[in-house]
């Protein structure tokens, strides 16, 4: 195992501390499922992800402000709803659970932190999605914390802290998590979340033939055309089980050559949604370091400098590389 050298690249200071940042947000949203995610919990209670979302970004946003003052962060959540009167006591709790990593956490400072240096978009910003894949959070299966840095609109820093996977592709809810990080032009690598080893560097899959695709799906629906999934799958003729997933996990395990093909078609429901940045950023760059490639589905790169969402770009299309060509060949074929 050769550990990439990230003190001799471009953003050295950057990657060491989104490293930091992931594993201490990773960690504390995992502290918060484990303490309010019980069998008790009732069908449609979303409060532990309120808590652990505001809690993810308040700590982030406090590391940015002592890290990178000037840096604007892009991200999901503000602070209005919890300064409500009526969100008292969830103020209260999500304090007390940033005040585990960060000692100095009172209410006050956490609604500060949610919302340090909040823009839609700069030449230099870092974009964040405090837990990815509410649902496998609210589960008990896989979620992942999600930071990276995009400059002059394109991601040169991304982390995704998944810590339900090992080895960065393997799901296992009672491991030591995977911290995955892809510098560019440094390829992708994973260590523990626990930092107790060494970097092993990710790379995709060789697969060439399409029948035999590992088709990386969501257990969610909300965002994509299920039916039109499963046209295309016919379409390319793919007789391999798919692998449910949820979140920006996906990527790491493309990233890893334990999948080979990821889609985010346009829901009937919703044909204009485009996606949200820090949805596909850090795991954006997580494939294209690993040897994949990703596009949207006319195969457009990802145009990062349009603010929150990817104006520019209609839907999603991740691949191994080698099967690309294929997959959006057939996703026009399909009228995709």
């Known amino acids: 195992m050769t550990d990439p050298n990230f003190s001799a690249a471009p953003y050295a200071a950057e990657i060491q501390f989104a490293l930091q940042a992931v594993r201490r947000a990773a960690r504390l949203v995992r502290q918060v499922q484990a303490e309010l995610v019980t069998p008790a919990l009732t069908k449609g209670d979303r409060s532990p992800v309120t808590v652990a979302d505001f809690a993810s970004q308040a700590l982030v ?38 005040k585990s990593e960060l000692p100095q956490a009172t ?68 491991g030591p998590g995977s911290l995955v990080v892809a510098v560019r032009g440094q390829g992708t690598w994973t260590t523990p979340l626990t930092g107790a080893a060494g970097f092993e560097r990710l790379l995709v899959s060789g697969q060439i033939d399409p029948a035999q695709a590992r088709l990386l799906r969501s257990f969610e629906s909300g965002h994509t055309n299920v039916s039109q999934i499963d046209v295309f799958a016919q379409a390319l003729g793919i007789q391999a089980a798919p692998v449910r997933m949820d979140s920006q996990a996906k990527y790491a395990v493309l990233a890893a050559g334990e999948g080979d093909l990821l889609l985010r078609l346009l829901s009937p429901e919703k044909p204009d949604y485009r996606e949200k940045i820090w949805d596909q950023a850090a795991g954006s760059l997580v494939l294209e370091e690993a040897g994949g490639c990703i596009s949207d589905l006319d195969g457009k790169a990802l145009d990062f400098s349009t603010g929150r969402a990817l104006v520019n770009n209609r839907g999603i299309l991740a691949s191994n590389y080698r099967l690309h060509d294929l997959a959006l060949q057939a996703l026009k074929n399909i009228g995709a």
């Open 61 to 98: 946003g406090c590391l940015l402000s002592q890290s990178f003052p000037e840096d604007g962060l892009v991200a999901e959540e503000d602070s209005e709803a919890l300064r409500q009167p009526d969100e008292a006591a969830t103020l209260e709790q999500v304090a007390r659970f940033v």
């Open 107 to 174: 209410p006050e400072a956490v609604c500060a932190w949610i919302d340090h240096a909040r823009v839609d978009s700069a030449r230099r910003f870092w974009t964040l999605d405090p837990i990815d894949g509410t649902k496998g959070f609210l589960r008990g299966d896989q979620y992942a914390v999600a930071l990276a840095l995009v400059v002059a609109g394109q991601v040169q820093v991304g982390v995704l802290g998944c810590p339900n996977l090992v080895g960065g592709s393997q799901p296992d809810l009672y």
